[in-house]
């Protein structure tokens, strides 16, 4: 079971505490502008290093009912006219903050991309999920906002709480909603758009999808514990490809890797300086990665017992358990006749490249005549360049930046 544990937090170490993920930091919760006093606050002064320049900021609370009111953020360019297209930007899992807050001070996923999309002509919205009380995040006490019965459910309605909120601001157009997820937020956002009506929102004006959920959550959670380890012996360790490891293989493999990555694979491939006997299991002086490493992995990470994988918490089981019963971003999403955009990762270990072409793919095949995919290569699941097995958070690259903000222009 230790050993159990300790694969676990070697494959899913940039998750926090559920899969699908984002993370969760510390971030500045300055706000330019309140919407109940419409005043400055100390941070106007600091907007133009921010990035705010030329965006009003107005704090906004949406009732998401079951005695939950969250707070959120109601951006648009400052002199604008009119009602506006808005973006309503929905989080990957975990208690994430409306900045989507990155651990180790890396950072926020949705500031930047509040920010471009304001300077495209749009307003946008941001918002605490459920049990989420501010920035940070800083998260409430109370165990059933945190953990509440059909989690991704209760997501899904909390977002649509969300749009119903966006369509109903004076400053926005309710005919021009635009859903933007990442991870789990492509999920929710494919499952709302496919059946608008069903939700109580708008017909959605557009989709952005970042870090697509286009399989199964078994896939998914089957990659991001098992799979992996699996990838990186064929890709860091296998140099002639043969799918086997020599001793000289496995021992150059763990060169340069964290130490507790490397300890966990010289116990699967290494006695000292030979391949390990418990592992060759026809004793032919190599490890096979899938024949001989696989079998001795699948039992260390217990990846058998899915859902119920020894060291996951009852939550997430739950939460896994949950959005089992929706559709996938492909199965959803090609129900939805509007434009969608696609961003990926080619090195995200959460939601891998193939599950958004496979999306996308889906989407082609309903006719859907607008639809873009773009899948970048070196990014990883929060968009940033980072290294494939050993990945570090960060916000989007410009890249993405300029991808979402050309794409909003094209479509405003």
Known sequence: MTTTKKFRNLTVALGTAAVLVSGAGVANAAVTRSAVTGGPTPAAATAKQSGWQGITREAVQIDFGNGWVTKGELTYPSRAKGRLPVVVMLHGSGHNDMNQTLPDGKGATFVPLAQAAGREGFATLRFNKRGVT???????????????????????????????????????????????????????????AADPKKHGIPKPAGVIEMGVVGLHIKSLITLQIYGRLLLQMHDEFDVDGDGRLTATEAVNGLTAQPKEAADQFRAVLLAGDKVLASTDTNRDGQVAIDAEAGPVLREMTGIDAYPNIPGLEQPVIDYINDIARFPTVAQALPRFSGPTLMLNGENDLQTPARAALVADAAVAAAGNKDHKIVIYPGMAHTMNITPRFSPEFGEPDQKVITEVRSWLGSHR
């Open 134 to 192: 501010d920035i940070g995040p800083v998260l409430s006490t109370d165990p059933a906002q945190l953990a509440p019965k059909k989690p991704y459910d209760r997501i899904q309605q909390d977002a649509a709480a969300a749009i119903r909120f966006a369509a109903k601001s004076p400053r926005v157009d309710p005919s021009r909603i635009f859903l933007l997820g990442h991870s789990e937020g492509t999920n929710v956002a494919a499952n709302l």
